[in-house]
């Protein structure tokens, strides 16, 4: 059994950088591809990013690419997205998921889910 916690959400100025940590508990973490999605209020829940169970493979979503990193590290449980560049669009709430099925970018294809950390981006 997985358990998910985000941290290291926040109010940033444009252009400014963020880094979001999630935290696994469970002994079965690196079974899992895990992933960032985000949901700004009135919009659906969206892919971000997403990291293969050994972190050898990396999916970005286009809005982000070149401006966010996902990283892992097994042996400490854990998971990071480095925001950099940010922009007031990318404002939202950020969850980390975990899946075990391939398709790494549909919100339904992952079934552990974080309570969701907040990303304000504002000057």
């Known amino acids: 059994q997985v358990q998910l916690v985000e941290s290291g959400g926040g109010l940033v100025q444009p252009g400014g950088s963020l880094r979001l940590s999630c935290a696994t508990s469970?002994?079965?973490?690196?079974?899992?591809?895990m992933g960032w999605f985000r949901q700004a209020p009135g919009k659906e829940r969206e892919f971000v990013a997403a990291?293969?169970?050994?972190?050898?493979?990396?999916y970005y979503s286009d809005s982000v690419k070149g401006r966010f990193t996902i990283s892992r590290e097994n042996v400490k449980n854990t998971m990071s997205l480095q925001m950099n560049s940010l922009k007031p669009e990318d404002t939202a709430v950020y969850y980390c998921?975990?899946?075990?099925?391939?398709?790494?970018?549909?919100?339904?294809?992952?079934?552990?889910w974080g309570q969701g950390t907040q990303v304000t981006v504002s000057s």
């Open positions: 469970g002994r079965a973490f690196a079974w899992y591809l």
């Open positions: 990291i293969s169970w050994n972190g050898a493979m990396t």
């Open positions: 998921a975990a899946t075990q099925s391939n398709i790494y970018s549909r919100p339904n294809e992952y079934s552990k």
